[in-house]
């Protein structure tokens, strides 16, 4: 198996390329097929499929690596769920038909990657434009006020990153959960939980500090903001699973929750 | 987590379990505020203490995961591990890295052994968030060194035997210039003067630390001359990344998880208390992954200053969520329950929480210049 970053250097490669904001905008009529079928070529949706049934033979981490990639650069239809149903032994017409549901904690785990890729692309955004754009005299990035902004968006990106990431390593160690009882249940719950909430102040912070430009449909903003509002209500709202890991923590009492987060 | 990160795990809490038997709730719900020697010697006994140091030193030579695993076992549990905790976390890693071999040699294998309290000497009366203005002074003498100024918020400097102290050495272009680390021994040198500060919970904890002529001998410089201010910055971040940053009030939430299983809690509070746990696991995620970066020699100022900033914040949150939670009010009399005096406590050391360190504004013009905005 390759590397993270081998698998990342493609995935980066190809998706920097090909999805341009022109693209994206020109994407939203033409529908996903061209990207589809391009990181077909390169074996992105085969990445959790065994070698020996003709696929890559990834990992989940190569997983979180595509699936982040996907929210990071907004890519168009929905190649991490087409990934995840390949690896549960569909066909590649099965997959790309029914890739709008998948059971909810794989749903959950791939959404957190995601969310973490689209606020990682808001937050690269936000530094830029805010060293581009001057007022006062000076970028508004020179003002205080705004660094300790885009200093807190930063921290919400890395910890949404880190929690995802954490998800993914849980089901690569333990198995894809099926319900609270199995052991990488906590970190999907977790994932799909703080970025779920952390899409609010996220995209806040980067819709704030970008002014009115960043309202415009021209500007592309939106190719990060709009999946993030949608996504956090998408296989439970960070309620749902606030509540789900309470319930839990509560009924078992002091020292079994820190013993189930450390396991 | 590498191979032996859990079995180690379970040696820690059987350990914690039979040394914390008979430890009260309202020292545990200290944890590594608290200082007990006679525990810091049991947790050395047990080779716990200077677990990543390199064995030739007394150390446990093992990963910085794994003194991952032992720090968040002990945190959990509410070991009173303050009085080696400066020393195991960050003076010994600087004497490893910057001290000379009979230093090494002298200072290392006591402190493995939960012997020697350390104390660090950075903030000044003038000088807090601005630490680059500092203004204590360390002047060369024919024989070594002669420090005048005062250091003040000292933490533990009235139990310690040494402190790592920051003095100005020299002037540069930059006020961070001209700064340098010293080893000083606070039992022994004459013209130190320790005056405790009582804080607003009654407690001794922190000082003021007075240097009339101090006389110091040429080695107790530690590292480069006037280089002193990229070894603090190495420092913090071994001083900010770690699990103390948002495990302070775990004693008291894991007991506010109990009084909520009596009182047979409903939803409103699951769902408070389960956003919580995943903001304690995620911290905990990044957390791990700053230790992993410091495991492979890398020094993740930024990453730290992320976990230090978002850690405190939530370990800042949990007295308060105790009282929206439960009726039951933080009291300090010995008739309240364990519960309430550990509340009690934990309300009112929580604002320190995110001053110690370096404060939020700091900590995020620290991530801000990492962006590249300053």
């Given at each position: 198996m390759t590397s993270d970053s081998l698998l990342l250097d493609t995935v980066e490669r190809l998706f920097s390329e090909l999805l341009t904001p022109e693209y994206l905008a020109g994407a939203e009529r033409s529908g996903a097929g061209e990207f589809l079928a391009l990181a077909g070529e390169i074996g992105l949706d085969t990445v959790l499929v065994g070698q020996e049934e003709?696929?890559?033979?990834?990992?989940w981490s190569d997983a979180f690596v595509i699936a982040e990639a996907c929210g990071r650069h907004a890519a168009p239809g929905h190649l991490p769920e087409i990934m995840v149903r390949r690896g549960m032994g569909e066909s590649a017409e099965q997959a790309e038909r029914r890739s709008g549901s998948l059971p909810l904690p794989a749903g959950a785990l791939l959404r957190s990657a995601q969310m973490a890729g689209a606020a990682q692309a808001l937050l690269e955004r936000s530094v830029r434009y805010c060293g581009e754009r001057e007022q006062f005299g000076r970028?508004?990035?020179?003002f205080q006020a705004v660094q300790q902004q885009l200093a807190e968006l930063a921290g919400y990106a890395a910890c949404m990153q880190a929690a995802s990431r954490r998800a993914f390593a849980e089901v690569q160690r333990?198995?894809?959960?099926?319900?609270?009882?199995?052991?990488?249940w906590l970190a999907v719950a977790i994932a799909k939980c703080r970025c779920s909430e952390l899409a609010h102040p996220v995209t806040q912070i980067a819709h704030g500090v970008h002014g009115?430009?960043?309202?415009?449909?021209?500007?592309?903003l939106q190719f990060f903001s709009l999946p993030l509002w949608r996504w956090?209500?998408?296989?439970?709202r960070h309620t749902d699973w606030a509540l789900a890991i309470g319930r839990r923590a509560i009924a078992d009492g002091p020292n079994a929750t820190w013993a189930a987060l450390t396991r | 987590m590498p191979e032996g990160a859990e079995a180690l795990r379970g040696e820690v809490r059987a350990f914690l379990a039979d040394a914390l038997r008979d430890v009260p709730l309202s020292e545990r719900a200290l944890s590594w505020d608290a200082c007990n020697p006679d525990f810091s010697r049991r947790m050395g006994e047990a080779g716990f203490?200077?677990?990543?140091?390199p064995e030739e030193y007394?150390?446990?030579?093992?990963t910085q995961l794994e003194r991952f695993v032992v720090l968040e076992e002990c945190l959990a549990a509410g070991?009173?591990?303050?009085?080696h905790w400066f020393a195991d976390r960050q003076s010994g890693p600087l004497i490893l890295r910057y001290g000379s071999e009979e230093l090494k040699r002298k200072i290392i294998p006591r402190i493995c052994r939960g012997e020697l309290c350390f104390c660090i000497g950075m903030s000044e009366p003038d000088s807090g968030?601005?630490?680059?203005?500092?203004?204590t002074r360390a002047t060369r003498t024919s024989s070594g060194w002669r420090v005048n100024g005062t250091k003040i918020w000292t933490t533990n400097a009235h139990r310690a035997h040494y402190m790592i102290a920051l003095f100005r050495t020299g002037e540069g272009?930059?006020?961070?210039?001209g700064l340098s680390q010293f080893l000083v021994?606070?039992?022994?040198?004459?013209g130190i003067r320790i005056a405790p500060i009582r804080d607003i919970a009654g407690r001794e904890h922190f000082n003021e630390v007075h240097f009339e002529d101090a006389l110091l001998a040429e080695?107790?410089?530690?590292?480069?001359?006037?280089?002193g201010w990229a070894q603090v910055t190495e420092e913090l971040a071994l001083e900010r990344s770690g699990p103390e940053r948002y495990l302070s009030c775990h004693a008291l939430f894991n007991e506010l998880l109990g009084v909520l299983k009596e009182r047979e809690a409903g939803d409103t509070a699951a769902e408070a208390i389960g956003g919580a746990v995943a903001q304690l696991g995620a911290l905990r995620a990044m957390s791990l992954s700053v230790a992993a970066k410091l495991e492979s020699g890398e020094s993740p100022a930024l990453e730290a200053a992320m976990v230090k900033d978002m850690g405190t914040r939530f370990e800042q949150s949990i007295p308060s969520l105790a009282q929206e939670l439960v009726d039951l009010p933080p009291a300090a009399s010995a008739g309240a329950l364990p519960y309430q005096q550990a509340l009690h406590l934990m309300t009112i050391l929580a604002p320190s929480f995110s001053l110690r360190g370096g404060s939020g504004e700091i900590l995020r013009g620290i991530i801000a210049r990492g962006l590249g905005l300053r």
């Open positions: 003709g696929g890559y033979g990834g990992s970028p508004v990035g020179r333990h198995g894809m959960p099926a319900g609270e009882d199995d052991p990488a009115a430009i960043g309202f415009t449909e021209e500007f592309g956090r209500a998408e296989y439970g | 203490i200077g677990l990543s140091f007394g150390g446990g030579g093992r070991a009173p591990t303050g009085f968030s601005d630490l680059a203005s500092l203004r272009q930059r006020r961070n210039e021994d606070l039992r022994s040198t004459p080695d107790a410089l530690i590292g480069a001359e006037n280089e």
